[in-house]
């Protein structure tokens, strides 16, 4: 019995960890006609499969889209977002995409800016 109980231990502080190759991805001078998309990679450098519950913008303009299978230790995934200024002022922007999970580390931000012009 004494044997299962380390065992048990280990088994109960498996976690999974996203760790991103980038967390803020520069989309450089573009048109607002033009919508820009980009992919975040990650990698799950935990010991348990990796679930992302929700990614999520502060606004319409930007859209995340991420993998929904779990991704197992080892493995990568990627969220991809795309920004539309369509309407949107001209200049410089930054955007926050929260990514939640069920990992270790389940609020990660991740950031996206450039620098809009109109057509």
Known sequence: MAVILPLLSMKANAQAVITFEKTTIDLGTFSESKPQTCIFEFTN??????????????????????????????????????????????????KPISVRSNASNSLVRIYIRGKMKKQ
């Open 45 to 94: 450098t935990g010991d348990k499969p990796l679930v992302i519950h929700q990614a999520f913008a502060s606004c319409g303009c930007t859209v995340p889209k991420f993998t929904e299978e779990p991704v197992a230790p080892g493995q990568k995934g990627r969220i991809s977002v795309t920004y539309n200024g369509k309407g949107k002022p001209e200049g410089d922007f930054t």
